[in-house]
């Protein structure tokens, strides 16, 4: 089932977050979330900007959000999104389910624009978005560094008029 997440999904959040922070190159982010930083983190979500959760048999195993792309006004209509999966669930379509439900919301906010940015090792991540419409946009080279590794980022992009 995929529903609006709750402030009590935060710790379930932070759990599938911060494995990602800490051990993988899926999120350039370097300082896990404490679970004060994660109720904020969702709390900050307004309507515009849902996250949501995948849940099995009353576990969170995944998340989504949509996020704002830049906060200067020419850019409301267009959101940026995350996808999630937990550890050990990967593989059974919840990636697919979750970013469905996410451009199903976006178009339902009235975006106009979906962005994507992907470490490029992260092939899981790529092909889910360009099985869902996304393009590729562009390619930062050697932007981010991680566990010692210089990374590239891609941004995909959905346009959801078309």
């Known amino acids: 089932m995929i529903r609006p997440a709750a402030l009590p999904d935060s710790e379930a ?83 697919h389910r979750v970013l469905g439900r996410l451009l199903a919301l976006a178009r339902e906010h009235g975006h106009h624009s979906v962005i994507a940015r992907i470490t490029a090792g992260n092939e899981a991540s790529l092909a889910l978005h360009e099985r869902h419409g996304f393009v590729r946009v562009g390619h930062e080279r050697q932007v981010a560094c991680k566990h010692g590794i210089w990374l590239d980022v891609l941004t995909l992009q959905r346009i959801l008029s078309e």
């Open 13 to 95: 959040i932070a759990a599938i977050w911060n494995r990602e922070v800490r051990e993988t190159a899926a999120t350039t982010d370097t300082e896990p979330r404490t679970l004060a930083a994660q109720r904020a983190w969702l709390a900050a979500h307004g309507p515009r900007h849902p996250v949501i959760v995948a849940v099995e048999d009353d576990e969170v195993v995944a998340f989504g959000a949509l996020s704002p792309y830049r906060t200067k006004p020419s850019y409301e209509r267009t959101v940026e999104d995350s996808v999630y999966v937990k550890d050990g669930w990967r593989g059974k379509g919840l990636g």
